[in-house]
Nanobody
Framework: QVQLVESGGGSVQAGGSLRLSCSAS????????MAWFRQAPGKEREGVAR????????YYADSVKGRFTISQDNVKKTLYLQLNSLKPEDTAMYYC??????????????????WGQGTQVTVSS
């Protein structure tokens, strides 16, 4: 079992930045991939970025490529998402996720078994 707790959300103006954190506990040494997803009101949850915990290899959704950066601190057992050049369309609840298995798709929520409660990001124009 892995427990995940997100923090760092907030309200910013367009063009601003935020850094989200996800603190992991439990059997963290067993995780293979960690990721960030987001869900805007009335929309389906979508993948934002993922990282393979053993190699640090990353993958980003096209909508955030070049603006968001996923990273990890294995000593602190914390996952980060740096959000730069924020746009109003980035407004959503952001969720941290983890899996001990292998991915069937590039970045789909069905591959991830462990989820945090989410942290809200609101971007005003």
């Amino acid at each position: 079992q892995v427990q995940l707790v997100e923090s760092g959300g907030g309200s910013v103006q367009a063009g601003g930045s935020l850094r989200l954190s996800c603190s992991a506990s439990g059997y963290t040494s067993g995780t293979n991939y960690m990721a960030w997803f987001r869900q805007a009101p009335g929309k389906e949850r979508e993948g934002v970025a993922r990282i393979r915990t053993s190699t640090g290899a990353t993958y980003y959704a096209d909508s955030v490529k070049g603006r968001f950066t996923i990273s990890q601190d294995n000593v602190k057992k914390t996952l980060y998402l740096q959000l730069n050049s924020l746009k109003p369309e980035d407004t959503a609840m952001y969720y941290c996720a983890a899996t001990m298995g292998w991915l069937r798709w590039e970045l789909q929520e069905g591959d991830f078994a462990y989820w945090g409660q989410g942290t809200q990001v609101t971007v005003s124009s």
